[in-house]
């Protein structure tokens, strides 16, 4: 069975610094993992992905995340936060396998503050 | 390229009421999935095709809610007769083979 935790039910940083949301999961095999946000009254968008190769992986709104396979964590971080970053956080894990769904974690809530 | 189409946005109903969501998926996407995302929490599988076979619907409440995807392309998520904590969001997803899904705004339900 897959499952993902996300250790923090909400983040503070201050605009401009970096900040980090935290992911850990369990599969079985090889998994793909996946982070996506999710702004108010609307659907889930598509950040970053990794699926196998370089272990930090680098996606959309300058955002990046680093696969540790011995930590089984694929924590999502920015270098420098900005008050639009504001909002829910899901890491989502497959399995390697083809037709396995995604399974989400509960979510991490990211206030930016200015 | 057009994204995953969800319809109604928003619906009311009274329990024990029969209501239908419907989806469009990305053409081209063989899989499709339905999400039920309650306040709070992440989003949960309901069902998932590969075109138009059920691939895993173990978390389908079956009693209540049924899908289908005619066609391999659109699908109606059904829910009769509804209950008070089917209130949610209820979100359509589509992908290629191993790649990301792609989310539909998601349609609002509460039942009252």
């Known amino acids: 069975a897959q499952s993902v935790a996300q250790p923090e039910d909400q983040v503070n940083v201050a605009e401009g610094n970096p900040l980090t949301v935290k992911c850990t999961y369990s599969?079985?095999?090889?998994?793909?993992l996946f982070w996506y946000v999710q702004y108010p009254n609307r659907g889930l968008q598509f950040l970053l992905k990794?699926?196998?190769?370089?272990?930090l992986v680098k996606g959309s709104y300058g955002f990046e995340a680093e696969f540790n396979k011995s930590q089984t964590s694929f924590h999502l971080k920015k270098p420098s936060a900005l008050v639009s970053d504001s909002a829910l956080y899901f890491c989502?894990?497959?399995?390697?396998?083809?037709?396995?769904?995604?399974?989400f974690g509960p979510g991490t809530r990211l206030s930016v503050l200015p | 390229e057009a994204g995953v189409a969800q319809s109604p946005r928003y619906k009311i109903i009274e329990k024990r009421q029969s209501v239908a969501f419907w989806c469009n998926p990305i053409?081209?996407?063989?899989?499709l999935y339905w999400y039920q995302q309650i306040l709070g929490q992440g989003p949960k599988l309901l069902i998932q095709?590969?075109?138009?076979?059920?691939?895993?619907d173990s978390q389908l409440p079956k009693d209540r809610f049924s899908a289908e995807r005619l066609k391999g392309v659109d699908s109606t998520l059904k829910i009769q007769p509804a209950k008070l904590e089917d209130s949610a969001v209820y979100l359509c997803?589509?992908?290629?083979?191993?790649?990301?899904?792609?989310f539909g705004q998601g349609t609002r339900l509460t039942v009252v």
């Open positions: 990794y699926i196998t190769g370089d272990n």
């Open positions: 599969v079985s095999g090889n998994p793909y």
């Open positions: 053409s081209g996407h063989a899989t």
């Open positions: 989502a894990v497959r399995a390697y396998n083809y037709g396995q769904n995604f399974v």
């Open positions: 997803a589509s992908s290629l083979e191993e790649a990301e899904a792609f």
């Open positions: 095709f590969q075109n138009n076979g059920v691939v895993d």
